[in-house]
């Protein structure tokens, strides 16, 4: 018998024990206890549709595993659906694949091959940003993240621009290229987007990609920390930005020491767009649109 078919007459064979079992003990506590009858009493139309191979119906039954915890059926489910392209089951199996639910295996390659199978189907910057991101986060694999990063990037996506702007930065997954770092890095900071904010604190330090520049790098960093938050936060503090704003006063500071609380005062009541127009009147720089 073929695996698939075994499939089906195991669920099949469950479906009619449980029903057995109702007839004996009662409805509500089989309600309680297994997915299998909820199915049978909200939609056994769908269930019946997803054991002759419809798509939609077998995304429908997985999601009834899922909700109920049940993730070892759930999966066989959702995968049978997604086998056939179904995009509901693809992020669902995609999740459950990165997270290793219950009865799971962790498998970010799966996962990740997943979501860029959602992108192939809408083609949207939203979900060339989930793949990218998983590409990216958890599997480090910089080189299949670059391409997805650059549709969402086109799309709007701060953090993306952000994280596009840091592949460039250290040469991860593609070559090493300041000016296109920097570009990103800058798209992103006229959204407000800290970690960005921060990264063209670092450039301007050190003269990469743009002029070398401690006063915009002490008003970038002072951006940066003004409007952090959240996720933004976190990835502060895992590049030391403490450490580094510290040093970046040190450098500019001493010369200006009336500037800190003008600067604080200023990046608190504007954009981060307002504060790179303000950088750029005072150190010229020409924004070029990487090819």
């Known amino acids: 018998m073929a695996a698939n078919d075994s499939g089906k007459t195991i669920a099949v064979l469950a479906l009619v024990g449980i029903l057995g079992a109702g007839a004996f003990m009662g409805n509500s506590w089989l309600n309680a206890q297994h997915a299998d009858y909820n199915i049978l009493l909200n939609d056994f139309g769908a269930f019946r549709s997803a054991l002759s191979g419809d798509a939609e119906a077998q995304y429908t039954v997985g999601k009834f595993y899922a909700d109920a915890g049940e993730w070892q059926n759930a999966i066989f489910w959702l995968n049978k659906s997604a086998d056939q392209g179904n995009a509901q089951a693809l992020s669902e199996t995609a999740m459950a694949y990165l997270d290793g639910r219950d009865g799971v295996p962790k498998d970010a390659n799966h996962a990740c091959r997943n979501l860029e199978k959602v992108y192939d189907l809408h083609k949207d910057a939203a979900n060339a940003a989930n793949a990218g991101f998983c590409y990216d986060e958890n599997m480090q694999a910089f080189a ?60 301007y330090m050190q003269g990469h990609g743009v002029p070398k520049s401690p006063f915009a790098a002490y008003v970038l960093a002072k951006s940066a920390q003004a409007k952090q938050s959240g996720n933004d936060a976190n990835e502060l503090a895992r590049r030391n930005f403490d450490g580094k704003l510290s040093e970046i006063e040190t450098a500019y500071l001493p010369n200006a020491p009336k500037a800190k609380a003008e600067v604080e005062q200023y990046v608190k009541s504007h954009s981060g767009e307002e504060t790179l127009a303000l950088i750029d009147s005072r150190v010229p720089y020409t924004e070029t649109v990487p090819e």
């Open 144 to 203: 299949q993240a670059l391409p997805f990063y650059k549709i969402a990037a086109q799309g709007g996506n701060n953090t993306v621009r952000y994280k596009l702007g840091r592949l460039y930065d250290l040469g991860q997954g593609t070559d090493q290229n300041y000016d296109t770092a920097a570009y990103w890095y800058r798209q992103a900071a006229k959204g407000n987007n800290a970690p960005a904010l921060y990264s063209l604190a670092l450039m």
